[in-house]
C-alpha cells in the first residue's frame, strides 16, 4: 500500500469536458506515471526539497 490514498471512483473528462469511460492504453500509462511523480514532488516539497524544472 502505498501512502497516496486510493481512488474514490474513476472521473475521466475530454478535452470537451465531457465525461468518457477510458482513454487510450498509452494515454492511461503517461497519466499514471505522471501521478506517480507528481506524488513524489509533493512529498518531496513537504519535506523542505526544493524542486526545481
Known amino acids: ?3 497516496t490514498p486510493e481512488i474514490i471512483g474513476r472521473h475521466r ?3 470537451e469536458k465531457r ?3 477510458a482513454f487510450p492504453g498509452d494515454v492511461e500509462v503517461r497519466a ?3 501521478g506517480q511523480f507528481m506524488a ?3 512529498h518531496a516539497e513537504g519535506l ?3 524542486v526545481s524544472k
Open 13 to 15: 473528462f475530454n478535452t
Open 1 to 3: 500500500m502505498e501512502i
Open 40 to 42: 513524489k514532488r509533493i
Open 32 to 34: 499514471l506515471i505522471e
Open 19 to 21: 465525461k468518457v469511460s
Open 48 to 50: 523542505g526539497y526544493r
